[in-house]
Nanobody, 124 residues
Framework: QVQLVESGGGLVQAGESMRLSCAAS????????MSWFRQAPGKERDFVAG???????GYAESVKGRFTISRDNAKNTVDLQMSSLKPEDTAIYFC??????????????????WGQGTQVTVSS
C-alpha cells in the first residue's frame, strides 16, 4: 500500500520560513515526478512546485524565487522549503506522486498518489 505522509506545517508570521517534508512508503518514486499542491479555503487545489526524476523543477509563478523543492531518492522523500511567506500562502499543502515515469506535470489529474495534507497558516 502506497502512502505519502506530510509533516512540517503550522503557524508562522509573514516573512518567516517553513519547511515541509513528505515521506513515501510502499514503493519508490525515483523515476517519477513528485510535487506539492495547495488548497486555500473556498478555492481549488493548485500546483505549487514539482520535481522530476532527473531534478528538473517547476514552480507556480506566485512562489517562484521564494519556494524550493528538493528530493532525496535514497530516503524516498520530497521537501518544500518556503521562505518569505505571505498570508496568501495560507492553505492545506498536499504532497503528490505521479505513477507515470519521466514526466513532470502541473496537472492535478496526473497524480495518482496523494498525502493527507498539512495546514500552513501565515499570519500578517
Amino acid at each position: 500500500q502506497v502512502q505519502l505522509v506530510e509533516s512540517g506545517g503550522g503557524l508562522v508570521q509573514a516573512g518567516e520560513s517553513m519547511r515541509l517534508s513528505c515521506a513515501a512508503s510502499g514503493r519508490t518514486f525515483s523515476s517519477n515526478a513528485m510535487s506539492w499542491f495547495r488548497q486555500a479555503p473556498g478555492k481549488e487545489r493548485d500546483f505549487v512546485a514539482g520535481i522530476s526524476w532527473n531534478d528538473n523543477r517547476g514552480y507556480a509563478e506566485s512562489v517562484k524565487g521564494r519556494f524550493t523543492i528538493s528530493r532525496d531518492n535514497a530516503k524516498n522523500t520530497v521537501d518544500l522549503q518556503m521562505s518569505s511567506l505571505k498570508p496568501e500562502d495560507t492553505a492545506i499543502y498536499f504532497c503528490a506522486a505521479d505513477s507515470t515515469p519521466w514526466v513532470l506535470s502541473r496537472e492535478e489529474a496526473q497524480y495518482e498518489y496523494w498525502g493527507q495534507g498539512t495546514q500552513v497558516t501565515v499570519s500578517s
